[in-house]
């Protein structure tokens, strides 16, 4: 079974400008979770999809959206990007309801300059 | 608020040494426990689980025993190799919290070097 994809795998983009990220679940995965990685403030939540609804939001300011399809894909937006969004974004895709064993891609690396 | 506590680290160790990586956390509900594991450029590959108390997880040598008395799940391997450097993660997912979903809540991290 092929395991999670993200992309674009690396991302250079400037001050003010918007980025969306793709991520493929695993096949018959349903729930999608993504995550900012950064070494100052670690690991962070920032929203789970389930059946195209978004279920759960961490502490994110409202320029972090996502969306997720019915074949189970999702894409994170974020808008108006500033250097502190420089991160490695991380997409998981869970098979249960409860999401709680997730299973992650390999991450975009996102670079704002 | 759910947290989990890692020991600081970096840690390094000789190849066949005995590694012991801490784990402590803070849940609401009823937690299941992970490890996971990030090698250079990677994402996290999850590497053991536990989902109630006194469960232990193990998987490629490494163990782990879900502690609920003293609220803790430390990582441990008998041998390392020096292909076990990377950094570790522990987490928790609060099933029982309808707030929790697809969420998992990280430790910082510790970093592994194992040295020939």
């Known amino acids: 079974k092929a395991g999670v994809t993200q992309t674009p795998r690396y991302l250079i983009k400037t001050r003010g400008q918007q980025v969306t990220l793709s991520c493929s679940p695993i096949?018959?995965?349903?729930?999608v979770s993504w995550y900012q990685q950064t070494p100052g403030q670690g690991l962070q939540f920032l929203f789970e999809?389930?059946?195209?609804?978004?279920?759960n939001k961490g502490n994110f300011p409202g320029r972090f959206s996502g969306r997720q399809f019915s074949n189970s894909r999702s894409e994170m937006n974020v808008s108006t990007l500033e250097l502190g969004d420089s991160a490695l974004y991380l997409c998981?895709?869970?098979?249960?309801?409860?999401?709680?064993?997730?299973?992650f891609g390999p991450g975009t690396r996102l670079t704002v300059t | 608020g759910n947290s989990v506590t890692q020991m600081e680290g970096p840690v390094t160790l000789s190849e066949e040494a005995f590694l012991t990586i801490n784990c402590t956390y803070t849940?609401?509900?009823?937690?299941?426990l992970f490890w996971y594991v990030q090698y250079p450029g990677e994402g996290l590959q999850l590497l053991l689980k536990?989902?109630?108390?006194?469960d232990k997880g193990s998987n490629k040598g490494f163990e782990a025993t879900y502690r609920k008395e003293t609220t803790s799940f430390h990582l441990e391997k008998g041998s390392v190799q020096v292909s076990d450097s990377a950094v570790y993660f522990c987490?928790?997912?609060?099933?029982?919290?309808?707030?929790?979903?697809?969420?998992?809540?990280f430790g910082q991290g510790t970093i592994l070097t194992v040295h020939p």
């Open positions: 998981a895709s869970s098979s249960s309801k409860s999401s709680y064993e997730q299973y």
């Open positions: 096949s018959g995965h349903r729930s």
């Open positions: 987490a928790l997912s609060d099933r029982a919290s309808g707030t929790s979903y697809g969420k998992l809540t």
């Open positions: 536990a989902t109630k108390a006194d």
């Open positions: 849940a609401t509900g009823y937690p299941s």
């Open positions: 999809y389930f059946s195209e609804t978004q279920r």
